[in-house]
């Protein structure tokens, strides 16, 4: 059993980088991409098969000059292989790489596909160092727990006399919320959405055309990820990577960012985004979800009866046991990634990334 230790923890590597090889004002207009999350499954080079949460690209949407792959190419020859049943794609895990045009917004029409035995995930999107997708906004939160009672007084010298029983409780402030999920939370496909909640296909907007305006994408590399549970979420691997460029195009070259004589020119790019995965966490996070009576907002308890506990207090089994989210403070990562590929020396090639030059 591992311990319960706080420290500081990485819940995915938030490194996206796009690696530009360098070569010697645009209309504002809406890039719309199609995204879905769901289930998916990640085979480390130990064979050790772990349960994720990934997010597949959809059918390209016409006239838009958008682009949305995964980053591992295995996942992204699969996915795309007209051969491969309809049902299967999305099945294996691979971050994403969604590139915009500078100058444009972006839409992603996000379909969430987390339906289990234990209930419907919500889950949102967030791009960290952008505006928009409901950022703050229209954010959603559940009460906190209850911390009536929840520990005797800090110093008790102060009031009991030396060798007596502890005595009294901890009197704590009065609890706010906490956020569930930081942007427009989209519920799962066949849920009803709540305010301001959005059902499973919905739009959300990132710039200045957007129903709710937001300001214009940032030129660069940026960190995708669920703005729901992130410590949950994240871990699982709803993450990817948004680019935000002028591309090449044949012997002219392409502008990552700035103008004139501050402008960074490249002839080819390389995106790059590290991660890491706990496939003890995923276990039991995957386990969690698929027990009938989970509940997302059940606070995590190893007592007797706990949630956490597989046994009750008179030795029977708990009936709860598994009904919530693990306690994230575990997390202990044993896979390192690169593009959603963990290095396997036996086949070094599936860690070659090539980089993509001007059409």
Sequence with gaps: MRSNNYKSIRKHAGLAVSV???????????????????????????????????????????????????????????NTNPATPVASVGSLWSPVVITVPTGQDLTI??????????????????????????????????????????QPLTWPIAGDAAGAPVTGVGTPPVQGNRVQSFSTEVVATGVTPVPPQVASGSALCWG??????????????????????????GPMGLYGILVVTTAPSGAIAGTAYGTGATAVTYSADLPL????????????????????????????????GGCGNPVSANGSANAAYQTCYP???????????????????THAPNSVFAATAGG
């Design 20 to 78: 530009l090889l360098m070569a010697s004002g645009a209309a504002f207009a809406q890039q719309t991409v199609n995204l879905s999350v769901g289930p998916a499954t990640a085979t480390q080079p130990d064979g050790t098969a772990v349960p994720m949460w990934g997010y597949t690209c959809g059918t390209a949407v016409a006239l838009s000059t958008a682009t949305c792959a995964a980053l591992n190419p295995a996942v992204q020859t699969f």
């Design 109 to 150: 029409s996000l379909t969430n596909n987390l339906t289990f035995a234990g209930g419907n995930i919500p889950t949102s999107l967030v791009i960290v160092g952008q505006l928009g997708g409901g950022l703050g906004t229209t954010a959603t939160s559940a009460a906190s727990p209850d911390h009536t009672n929840a």
């Design 208 to 233: 200045l055309t957007c129903t709710t305006p937001s300001p214009a994408l940032k030129p660069g590399t940026y960190l995708i990820e669920s703005g729901t549970h992130p410590s949950i979420q």
């Design 273 to 304: 985004l590290l991660s890491e995965i706990d496939p003890v966490q995923n276990l039991a996070v995957s386990k969690a979800v698929g027990t009938v009576g989970f509940s997302e907002t059940k606070v995590w308890s190893g007592l007797y």
């Design 327 to 345: 306690p994230a403070v575990n997390y202990t990562p044993l896979y390192y990634l690169v593009n959603g590929q963990a290095f396997d020396k």
